[in-house]
């Protein structure tokens, strides 16, 4: 079992920044990858960005440029720095971890993101 314990999220202003952290506990395979979702009331969750242990990253084409996706594998912690927010990043941010070995994967509780004047 990994668990996984979000934080960072909250209200900011368009174009502000925030920056989301999830440090993953337990049974921890050192081949994963981590990485965030978001969903918005009514909509589908979605990949927002990844990294693999072997510091692969990719991103949803919607946040290249503003966002970067980061990890700390000493502390099995993986970042979301998110810069120039838009209103449209507004959603419920989930931290994600696959097992690679198992292809077990594991789901944070959310953080609530509002990008709002």
């Known amino acids: 079992q990994v668990q996984l314990v979000e934080s960072g999220g909250g209200l900011v202003q368009p174009g502000g920044s925030l920056r989301l952290s999830c440090a993953a506990s337990?049974?921890?395979?050192?081949?994963?990858?981590m990485g965030w979702y978001r969903q918005a009331p009514g909509k589908q969750r979605e990949l927002v960005a990844s990294?693999?242990?072997?510091?692969?990253?990719n991103y949803a084409d919607s946040v290249k440029g503003r966002f970067t996706i980061s990890r700390d594998n000493s502390k099995n912690t993986v970042f979301l720095q998110m810069n120039s927010l838009k209103p449209d990043d507004t959603a419920v941010y989930y931290c994600?971890?696959?097992?690679?070995?198992?292809?077990?994967?594991?789901w944070g509780q959310g953080t609530q993101v509002t990008v709002s004047s």
């Open positions: 337990g049974s921890i395979f050192r081949l994963n990858t």
């Open positions: 990294i693999a242990s072997t510091g692969t990253t």
């Open positions: 994600k971890f696959v097992d690679l070995l198992t292809s077990q994967a594991y």
